[in-house]
């Protein structure tokens, strides 16, 4: 599932693609990929919309139209946006055309049917329940040591629960418990002021690498342009099961936590 670097990645690239062009026509190929409102309304009010700003909160991207609503976009696992010319014609997976004024279509493809598009007045009626955005001067040590107080889950699970900090996933906890030294394992409330300082640190620094790289390109994530990210080349453990701590040399193991795949160096991580 793409994460906060691959997600700005995206808005970042659809951005030059999509900016002032208009919605001529929406056709709706599965119905259950529109959230709200039911398909038909939903191409009925994005038809003579223009597209013209472009945001983020968490995972989830913000297509803001002229109208003052806006389009989220969740591409859970393997969803994508692409823009191509009109004369390209969708394959069984693309399950939303929309015809802009300029001779082309967005498509929006899913061959696993998991992602989710909204279109809504109030961005904060899909997104108001996400915690802060970890990159902000709003996220602070100190917030985020009263949000993982009194917790007893781990935490690796607290790093993935959204209302405590938004958009980090499976790949960026585990590079920045790596970088933090912290083991995954730990209950998050056992934390220490310093330890939730270097991790708080550790957080942001890895998201920041990972928007610089566009990206960890796994499986079938590609931002727009069709360029893969790069940051896979950096991990440190996350998909490195049995192979060397570049550290310390020890083999990197592989639990699963909150049902989710998690990878460590046992010697460096305690």
Not at 207 to 212: C, N, P, R
Request: proline share 7%.
């Amino acid at each position: 599932m793409p994460e906060l670097p691959e997600v700005e990645t995206y808005i970042r690239e659809l951005r030059p693609q999509l900016a002032g062009k208009r919605v001529v026509a929406g056709e709706v190929k599965w119905p259950r990929i529109i959230a709200t409102p039911e398909p038909a309304l939903f191409t009925e009010l994005i038809r003579d919309r223009r597209f013209d700003t472009f945001g983020r909160r968490g995972k989830y991207m913000l297509l803001g139209l002229d109208s003052g609503e806006t389009l989220i976009v969740h591409l859970r696992m393997t969803g994508e946006v692409r823009i191509h010319p009109a004369s390209v014609l969708p394959d069984k997976h693309t399950h939303l055309l929309l015809t802009l004024d300029s001779n082309e279509r967005l498509h929006y493809r899913d061959p696993r049917k998991f992602g989710r598009l909204w279109l809504v007045d109030d961005p904060e009626s899909v997104v108001g329940k996400l915690g802060p955005e970890p990159l902000d001067e709003g996220f602070t040590p100190e917030g985020f040591a009263s949000r993982l107080a009194g917790r007893t889950a781990s935490i690796k699970a607290l790093l993935l629960n959204q209302s405590i900090v938004a958009g980090v996933g499976n790949i960026y906890a585990d590079e920045a418990l790596f970088l933090a030294r912290i083991d995954p394992r730990r209950s998050g409330g056992e934390l220490s002021m310093p330890q939730v300082s270097v991790l708080h640190a550790a957080v942001r620094a890895v998201l920041q690498a990972g928007i610089e790289g566009r990206g960890s390109s796994l499986q079938s994530y590609a931002p727009p342009s069709g360029e893969k990210g790069s940051f896979q080349e950096n991990h440190k453990v996350f998909r490195r099961t049995d192979l060397p701590c570049y550290q310390c040399g020890a083999a990197i193991r592989r639990i699963v936590l909150a049902q989710r795949s998690t990878h460590f160096c046992p010697q460096c991580q305690s």
